[in-house]
């Protein structure tokens, strides 16, 4: 199986058609399923980020998942869906009823009122105000000396390269959080190659985001 997110977690990489086309070969050639994960699919800066269900003749062999975690601010209220082959269907269903059960009633009420007209101008507004916390997180990041960052399309973290400032991702992370009172998870909490990186969220208030940009351009001068 080949799995896949995009917007992605933890870098906020977008994946292009092209990209998912050629997973697409890929996973034909060598016979493999795509899990697509696509949670943050509707939080984007750019253009509306290709889907894997966008690529001709593949559903045969994609899992896609979706929750409401993120767009409609549900994070932990476990609720989420998938589209799958009809095939995989008993076995999934299997895995599902001696884990999670189902969903809890009072949650699926609750999600009802993401279909509303209201939620869907509310989640507008939301992602203009991550647009706009991005913009400030990554700009302020960037005019800290040694810390470069670039601006993601998708989901709500950063991701920034701190290598130059000569601690490792770990270390970083956590002198960060008990230094200078900033969570922030090591680029290694996602696997080796995150190394040199940070992930910040900016899934928080912009004045919060800014007093965390003052604490890490102090911290950073001290090490
Ligand atoms: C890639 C990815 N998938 C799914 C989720 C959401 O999971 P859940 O629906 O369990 O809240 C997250 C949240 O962090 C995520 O980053």
Redesign the pocket.
Same mark, same amino acid.
């Given at each position: 199986m080949i799995v896949i997110?995009s917007p992605?977690?933890p870098t906020g990489g977008v994946l292009t058609l092209d990209d998912l086309r050629k997973i697409g070969e890929l996973a034909r050639k060598h016979d493999l399923l795509i899990l697509s994960?696509e949670?943050?699919s509707e939080i984007y800066y750019a253009d509306r980020p290709a889907s894997i269900l966008d690529v001709p003749n593949i559903l045969d062999r994609v899992l896609f998942?979706n /929750?409401?975690?993120?767009i409609y601010a549900?994070?932990?209220?476990?609720? /989420?869906y998938g589209v799958v082959p009809e095939d995989t269907f008993p076995t999934i269903e299997l895995f599902v009823n001696n884990s999670v059960s189902s969903a809890a009633t009072f949650t699926q009420r609750a999600a009802l009122e993401a279909f509303t007209p209201e939620t869907e101008k509310a989640t507008e507004r939301m992602v203009a105000e991550f647009r706009k916390r991005r913009d400030v997180f990554a700009d302020g990041l960037n005019s800290i000396p040694g810390i470069h960052c670039l601006k993601p399309l998708g989901?709500f973290y950063l991701f920034p390269n701190l290598s130059e400032a000569g601690l490792s991702s770990d270390e970083f992370a956590n002198r960060l959080l008990s230094e200078a009172g900033v969570a922030a998870l090591p680029g290694t909490a996602f696997g080796d190659y995150g190394e040199g990186y940070l992930r910040l969220s900016f899934a928080n208030s912009l004045a919060d985001i800014q007093a965390a940009l003052e604490r890490i351009r102090n911290f950073v001068s001290q090490v």
């Open positions: 997110n992605q977690n994960d949670i943050y998942v /929750g409401f975690s993120k549900m994070t932990g209220w476990r609720l /989420g989901a």
